[in-house]
């Protein structure tokens, strides 16, 4: 009966499951080239050669496989770091702001680099990043520092990686924890107020707590990225000079797959880290369901 009264909201979900089903469900079918010596002209169903776990022994062998889960797992996990305590803190500082044009200016400012795709923001950052004529070396030299080639330096790479994707998107993370943060009942500052409570009293025993399922929400979603380092966001910037640094998983599937026509390892990397990123958000989600009693279902 619900669903007959809902028949709109269940029609407005058919284009999203619809390409969900085309571009996720779908492809799945190729997880079979993961145990095959796969030769696109026999096609997907033709007699390919079954090599069983042969692809996932050679991706094993590959000289820099280590240094590749290294590179992915340090730059994703940076991301997920500062990639939540960044919003969190910007979120509680703007709820501090009393004058909403200024509040608004803001949150417009700090999110709308999160709407630029990749490809548009990476060009922006070669330009500011630039050593010869970026405007952050031009004021790291106005401050005494010398000029630093942020995408061309290897120790340099991966901070870079960190900082950049942190600025593009922390602009979403804030905007969702300021509606949390505006659902949070008035009445708690008042009480707490009468009772003597600062701001930062106020922030830590009534607003940090409220926005607890909001933060256990995002953590959950984001640990199971923890082998997803971007592959857009370094495919765009990175080079040969930073692979010992830059190179991740899925740039070594790209060059593997498509560059070097092995498909076979390439997708045996593939399922690799999709297998590893189900079971980390499944640990994720078990873990908040015991110790914060959290459900998203």
């Not at 999709?274 to 908040?288: D, G």
Request: charged residues 10%; hydrophobic residues 50%.
């Amino acid at each position: 009966m619900t669903a007959r009264k809902n028949w709109q909201f269940h029609v407005m979900l058919l284009p999203g499951l619809v390409l969900t089903l085309i571009f996720s469900y779908i492809p799945m079918a190729g997880i079979i080239i993961a145990f095959q010596k796969f030769i696109p002209a026999r096609g997907l169903f033709g007699s390919q050669k079954f090599v069983g776990w042969g692809n996932f022994q050679y991706m094993l062998s590959m000289p820099n496989i280590y240094q590749v889960l290294r590179n992915t797992i340090v730059i994703a996990g940076g991301k997920i770091i500062f990639g939540l305590l960044i919003p969190i803190i910007v979120s509680l500082l703007l709820n501090e702001v009393r004058n909403r044009k200024f509040k608004r200016t803001v949150q417009t400012m700090i999110y709308f680099p999160y709407f630029l795709s990749w490809v548009v923001f990476a060009g922006i950052l070669i330009d500011i990043l630039s050593q010869k004529s970026g405007i952050v070396n031009d004021f790291l030299q106005l401050l005494g520092f010398k000029r630093y080639f942020f995408l061309g330096t290897s120790s340099l790479f991966q901070g870079t990686m960190i900082v950049t994707d942190v600025w593009k998107n922390f602009g979403f993370g804030t905007v969702i924890y300021l509606a949390a943060i505006t659902g949070i009942d008035p009445t708690y500052y008042e009480a707490a107020a009468i009772d003597g409570a600062g701001r930062w009293k106020q922030t830590f025993h009534i607003t940090l707590p409220c926005m607890r399922m909001i933060i256990v929400l995002m953590m959950v979603l984001s640990l199971g990225d923890v082998l997803n380092a971007g592959f857009d966001q370094i495919f765009n910037l990175y080079s040969k000079t930073v692979y010992s640094t830059g190179d991740i998983i899925d740039t070594l599937v790209y060059r593997t797959g498509l560059i070097d026509a092995q498909y076979g390892p390439a997708t045996a990397v593939g399922l690799f880290k999709s297998v590893v990123s189900l079971i980390l958000i499944s640990v994720s989600y078990l873990t908040a369901y015991k110790a914060f009693d959290y459900r998203i279902f």
